[in-house]
């Protein structure tokens, strides 16, 4: 699996790479391709696994309520959690925003 993930991540950062300014290029999109390698790699169980052992500190962006969510019903969410997360470490801020 972790070959996998690297071969990923290779292959995003070439991609990104060959963009005229890399992320920041009109219609690039980093999310999609993330949440379908997590898709794939992923167990069916995955929120099961991760219930009560990937603590994600979440922000809801219209009152700016701050919860930690530990629990997730599906793997989808999970998923989005993940994908969240990558892109609020991307751009440096602080607390998981998330729209429930």
Not at 36 to 62: C, G, K, W
Not at 66 to 91: A, C, D, F, G, P
Request: hydrophobic residues 35%.
């Amino acid at each position: 699996m972790w070959q996998e993930c690297i071969t990923f991540c290779y292959n995003i950062a070439l991609t990104t790479r060959s963009r005229p300014v890399g992320v920041f290029t009109p219609g690039a999109d980093l999310l999609t391709p993330l949440e379908e390698f997590l898709n794939q790699i992923m167990p069916d169980n995955a929120h099961e696994l991760a219930t009560n052992r990937l603590y994600v500190s979440v922000t809801e962006s219209e009152t700016r309520q701050n919860e930690i969510v530990s629990t997730y019903s599906s793997k989808q969410e999970l998923v989005q959690v993940s994908t969240h997360i990558r892109m609020s470490l991307q751009s440096g801020a602080n607390s998981q925003i998330m729209h429930f």
